[in-house]
């Protein structure tokens, strides 16, 4: 069944939960000039923040403004509500909820228009493997009338009792994460083809009219389309297709519909020849990223459809990093990037927006401040997001013709800044001269050295980890009195070619001795009590750690693996009972050149495969995994379990059956940490230094 739509207006029509989020927006909104900053005190209080601080659901939910920036949207809600989406009009200072659930919450939204807003749903109570529902898909007014449902959550016949209603698109209707023209009831959004395995096939362009549920399919280039760009007008301009290991991007004549080939390149290895479009400026001009100049990173370049040619010049470079964020931009211009190096942060080509970023950063000088803008030029108002590593983050609205800045929310309020470690982007060098990049965080209370350390793995292995900033799992462990050390080992993204391509084929090898590295660096550095080390990860990461304590068992005390890989044979075949849902081109090309072939290379992953070499496998060991994992199926964790129960007596399990490729319920989070919190504290921490 659909969730059952429910309206709330103005007045007091509006539920407790709903009045006490609102009471905290404009017209109650806060200025923030008579807020103190957010400053990290010198010693943290007595009792660490509980692990519901960290781990429990958000009230908050994010905003957005509308084109004309004269309203902003809000998904929220409250301890034991669903998640409700409300509008407030920042020149009256009232607010109307527009979209409530009592069986469902609102998931993703955008704005359509000055008038519309499209949305779709989530179940956050529900983990993945207990999921019936697709997200579904939805309009409604910014009053909160004239709503409609436009596609189905279930598959089921289009029909209620008795009563005929309108068709419904499919349940494999999906919003665009591109925000479009913006200019009427029309959007643009996706409709995936899947076959009877459960695999995507191509993906459909339909423009669809909210108000009516009338569509019209866009004409697709030859080949699997796999995505879609819209441009500066809001009109699909770009499609990318796949076939076999190739991607080719096209591109859509705006008069006469005419798709043609702008550039073909292989779809895996090292990106060497890609055309990665970033967005759209004025007629013509695409900005792209690309390596020119003999760089070792990529930058910002603009490229011309019509000559098919890159602008040599880049336009915008972050040295040292590949080039890594998104175009700001409005209606009339493209006004700066959104980019990532260390942290996230903007960069403006624009006077009034540098002047604009000017100004907030004067009000809010302890955070970074990241500026976003609506679609109308003249719109007064602006986004801001603000963030540093010791506060989750928090949003408030910056009228650059008047100078107000009025707080909107914060993520986690629970979270105090001086309870929070802080953290430093670090490099040091591998064994074989590599510089490894790393982010450090030392717990709060001032001590700097001799402190048990929690080597902490991104997964992927081949995508960016951390960013400087907070994150939960980070400050938690930090809290706890633990320093936390998270490295960008070799075949991470983001730190150029070079760095990328070292990590091919080294699974269990390079990779692994980058990470001893780092903390043989953080001991000698004396930040780090050699003694009292721990490796932890998800995925990749869960690899990693088991691997850690098979080839460095005198340097690790113990190991943490959440929803990890323990044989690399298992991603190639995990039995006809354990399928995953990694795709059949990355296995056939991508995964044979970046991780290793099975047949040619199968005495190397006999050799770092955890499950082969559980004998050796004699630390403590916690092991944690979901039962409805399609990326890493649970037989990787129950395998290694069986192996480890024949020589470790010291191994910890716990099943989340409905949990998928990560903790996505609240419960599950608060749980499984504070096994974390409990096997860390008798293995490296305070129970281990217990004399």
């Given amino acids: 069944m659909p969730p059952s739509f429910r309206r709330m207006l103005r007045g007091a029509a509006l539920s407790a939960a709903c009045a006490g989020l609102l009471a905290s927006l404009p017209g109650a909104l806060q200025s923030a000039q008579a807020q103190a900053p957010v400053q990290a005190a010198a010693a943290p209080a007595t009792a660490p923040p509980p692990l519901a601080s960290f781990f429990a659901n958000t009230a908050f939910g994010g905003a957005k403004l509308s084109p004309d920036g004269r309203f902003l949207a809000v998904r929220s809600g409250a301890p034991g509500k669903r998640d409700f989406l409300a509008v407030v009009d920042l020149q009256s200072n009232s607010a109307t909820v527009v979209a409530s659930y009592d069986d469902a919450d609102v998931g993703r939204f955008q704005w359509i228009s000055n008038e519309r807003l499209l949305f779709d749903t989530r179940e956050k109570g529900v983990g993945p493997g207990d999921a019936r529902f697709a997200p579904g898909l939805y309009a409604v007014n910014r009053d909160g009338s004239r709503f409609v449902e436009l596609a189905d959550r279930t598959g089921r016949p289009f029909s209620t009792g008795?009563?005929?209603?309108?068709?419904?698109?499919?349940?494999?209707?999906?919003?665009?994460?591109?925000?479009?023209?913006?200019?009427?009831?029309?959007?643009?959004?996706?409709?995936?083809?899947?076959?009877?395995?459960?695999?995507?096939?191509?993906?459909?362009?339909?423009?669809?009219?909210?108000?009516?549920?009338?569509?019209?399919?866009?004409?697709?280039?030859?080949?699997?389309?796999?995505?879609?760009?819209?441009?500066?007008?809001?009109?699909?301009?770009?499609?990318?297709?796949?076939?076999?290991?190739?991607?080719?991007?096209?591109?859509?004549?705006?008069?006469?519909?005419?798709?043609?080939?702008?550039?073909?390149?292989?779809?895996?290895?090292?990106?060497?020849?890609?055309?990665?479009?970033?967005?759209?400026?004025?007629?013509?001009?695409?900005?792209?990223?690309?390596?020119?100049?003999?760089?070792?990173?990529?930058?910002?370049?603009?490229?011309?459809?019509?000559?098919?040619?890159?602008?040599?010049?880049?336009?915008?470079?972050?040295?040292?990093?590949?080039?890594?964020?998104?175009?700001?931009?409005?209606?009339?211009?493209?006004?700066?990037?959104?980019?990532?190096?260390?942290?996230?942060?903007?960069?403006?080509?624009?006077?009034?927006?540098?002047?604009?970023?000017?100004?907030?950063?004067?009000?809010?000088?302890?955070?970074?401040?990241?500026?976003?803008?609506?679609?109308?030029?003249?719109?007064?108002w602006m986004l801001v997001r603000s963030y540093s590593d010791t506060m989750p983050g928090s949003y408030a609205l910056y009228n650059h013709r008047t100078g107000q800045l009025n707080k909107v929310a914060d993520l986690r309020p629970a979270i105090q800044p001086a309870q929070m470690g802080r953290q430093q982007f670090v490099r040091y060098k591998a064994r074989d001269g590599l510089e490894i990049p790393a982010l450090l965080t030392l717990p709060p209370g001032g001590k700097r050295s001799g402190l048990p350390l929690v080597v902490l793995v991104h997964g992927g292995p081949y995508v960016r980890g951390a960013a400087w900033g907070w994150d939960a799992g980070t400050q938690?462990?930090?809290?706890?009195?633990?320093?936390?050390?998270?490295?960008?080992?070799?075949?991470?993204?983001?730190?150029?070619?070079?760095?990328?391509?070292?990590?091919?084929?080294?699974?269990?090898?390079?990779?692994?001795?980058?990470?001893?590295?780092?903390?043989?660096?953080?001991?000698?550095?004396?930040?780090?009590?050699?003694?009292?080390?721990?490796?932890?990860?998800?995925?990749?990461?869960?690899?990693?750690?088991?691997?850690?304590?098979?080839?460095?068992?005198?340097?690790?005390?113990?190991?943490?693996?959440?929803?990890?890989?323990?044989?690399?044979?298992?991603?190639?075949?995990?039995?006809?009972?354990?399928?995953?849902?990694?795709?059949?081109?990355?296995?056939?090309?991508?995964?044979?050149?970046?991780?290793?072939?099975?047949?040619?290379d199968a005495a190397r992953f006999q050799a770092t495969s955890p499950l082969a070499q559980a004998a050796r496998i004699t630390r403590p060991v916690l092991l944690a995994y979901g039962g409805a994992d399609r990326r890493v199926p649970i037989n990787h964790g129950t395998q290694l379990r069986n192996a480890l129960a024949a020589t470790n007596p010291d191994v910890e399990w716990v099943e989340y059956p409905e949990e998928g490729h990560g903790w996505a319920l609240e419960k599950n989070s608060i749980d499984f940490w504070g096994r974390v919190e409990r096997f860390l504290d008798r293995n490296i921490g305070r129970a281990a230094a217990a004399p």
Avoid at 258 to 287: I, M, N
Avoid at 298 to 308: K, N
Wanted: hydrophobic letters at 40%; proline letters at 5%; glycine letters at 12%.
């Fill in 162 to 380: 008795s009563r005929i209603v309108r068709k419904l698109l499919p349940w494999h209707t999906y919003m665009l994460d591109q925000e479009g023209a913006q200019d009427s009831a029309s959007v643009y959004v996706s409709s995936a083809n899947i076959d009877a395995d459960g695999e995507l096939r191509s993906v459909d362009l339909l423009r669809l009219n909210t108000l009516t549920g009338a569509t019209q399919t866009v004409p697709r280039p030859a080949g699997s389309v796999r995505s879609w760009t819209l441009d500066t007008r809001g009109e699909p301009r770009l499609a990318t297709t796949l076939e076999r290991d190739t991607l080719s991007l096209h591109s859509r004549d705006p008069a006469s519909g005419a798709w043609r080939v702008l550039a073909s390149y292989p779809a895996f290895g090292d990106g060497a020849g890609a055309l990665q479009p970033v967005g759209f400026a004025g007629e013509g001009k695409l900005f792209v990223l690309a390596r020119s100049g003999g760089r070792d990173t990529t930058a910002l370049h603009r490229f011309d459809i019509a000559s098919g040619r890159i602008e040599p010049e880049p336009v915008f470079v972050t040295t040292g990093y590949d080039f890594d964020g998104s175009l700001v931009a409005n209606r009339e211009r493209v006004l700066g990037v959104l980019f990532r190096t260390d942290a996230l942060s903007n960069e403006w080509f624009d006077p009034t927006m540098k002047a604009a970023q000017a100004a907030v950063d004067k009000l809010l000088p302890a955070t970074i401040n990241l500026l976003s803008v609506p679609a109308q030029a003249d719109a007064p």
């Fill in 476 to 600: 938690f462990l930090a809290s706890r009195g633990y320093a936390v050390l998270e490295p960008e080992f070799r075949g991470s993204l983001g730190f150029g070619i070079k760095h990328f391509k070292a990590g091919f084929r080294q699974w269990g090898l390079a990779m692994q001795d980058d990470l001893a590295d780092g903390v043989r660096w953080a001991v000698a550095k004396g930040f780090a009590d050699g003694a009292r080390v721990c490796i932890a990860g998800a995925s990749y990461g869960g690899y990693a750690a088991m691997m850690g304590l098979v080839k460095d068992p005198d340097l690790y005390r113990c190991g943490i693996n959440w929803v990890g890989v323990t044989d690399i044979g298992l991603l190639y075949n995990g039995g006809w009972t354990f399928t995953n849902d990694t795709s059949d081109e990355f296995k056939a090309y991508g995964m044979p050149q970046m991780i290793g072939d099975p047949v040619k």
